[in-house]
């Protein structure tokens, strides 16, 4: 009885001792954490430049005292009037070619140049000043091709007509007139539209503006209108009636 328990006791070592051999540590697998990035929430759209015409920039320079600022449509000031200059927001091509590449991006039409001081700025929609005009970072422009116009100002008896150039041959003939000499001045303003100009006129001492079928697009009642880049970059005119203080108008006619 005695050796049969012995046996048995060694016989359970055994086995008891093979089983811890047997179990082996699974290795720890090494997990990778997911690391939520935030996405940074988009800007939210400023209520005050409100769009209420396609055509028109939500912001227009705007003197007020003496010194320059920006309005919307509505005509509320978004840019305190500060400054003694200000110009529609619009590309800058010698920022956009600068040798700064940092200077690059404040050349686009994201921006305006403003100056005060003797100080020129581009300042964003907010009115914030991004960056002020270095010498060194002032690349050359590129310019694209030149779009030809195609009519110009013709002279006859003393008035001022329109003609098509690549048409007009004979002055005598009046139906080779796109508009018959009858103003006294006329100017074509730069636009990017050269089949459908909007041309400056002076009629009775006033000036309005007509288009090339003599339509009437401005009223004759102001002492002198730009001829500036104002049509170009703003599609607006910069007028005035007593001939001191100017300020921009739309195809409307709609004060700002």
């Known amino acids: 009885m ?6 048995l006791c060694v016989f359970i070592s055994i086995f008891v001792f093979s089983q811890t051999k047997s179990v082996k540590k699974l290795p720890v697998k090494n997990v990778t954490k997911t690391v939520v990035k935030k996405v940074p929430s988009a800007p939210k759209p400023n209520p005050d430049l409100v769009t209420i015409h396609q055509d028109l920039p939500v912001l227009i320079p705007k003197k007020e005292n003496g010194k ?3 309005v919307n449509q509505n005509g509320k000031f978004i840019i305190k009037p500060e400054y003694h200059i200000a110009v529609f927001f619009y590309e ?9 590449l940092k200077a690059r991006k404040f050349g686009t039409d994201d921006y305006a140049t403003v100056e005060k001081d003797m100080i020129s700025y581009r300042v964003d929609k907010t009115g914030k000043r991004v960056y002020q005009f ?8 590129k310019f694209g091709d030149y ?3 195609l009519y110009q100002a013709y002279v006859l008896n003393g008035f001022y ?9 004979n002055a005598a003939d009046y139906r080779q ?8 001045y006329l100017y074509i303003m ?16 006033r000036f309005g503006v007509i288009d090339v079928n003599n339509k009437v697009i401005i009223p004759f009642e102001y002492s002198n209108i730009k001829r500036n880049f104002s049509w170009k970059l703003g599609r607006m005119f910069e007028v005035t009636k007593d001939g001191t203080n100017y300020y921009y108008i739309d195809v409307r006619n709609k004060t700002y």
């Not at 005695?2 to 046996?7: A, G, M, P, T």
């Not at 800058?92 to 700064?100: E, G, T, V």
């Not at 270095?134 to 422009?141: I, P, V």
């Open 2 to 7: 005695k050796n049969i328990l012995n046996f």
């Open 68 to 70: 320059f600022g920006y």
């Open 92 to 100: 800058d091509c010698n920022l956009l070619n600068s040798p700064n």
């Open 134 to 141: 270095k010498d060194a970072d002032l690349g050359k422009c």
């Open 147 to 149: 779009k030809q116009q």
């Open 161 to 169: 007509g329109i003609i098509e150039k690549a048409k007009f041959v």
């Open 177 to 184: 007139y796109q508009i018959y000499p009858q103003y006294q």
């Open 190 to 205: 730069e636009g990017d539209d050269t089949s459908d100009p909007m041309i400056v006129a002076s009629h009775n001492d």
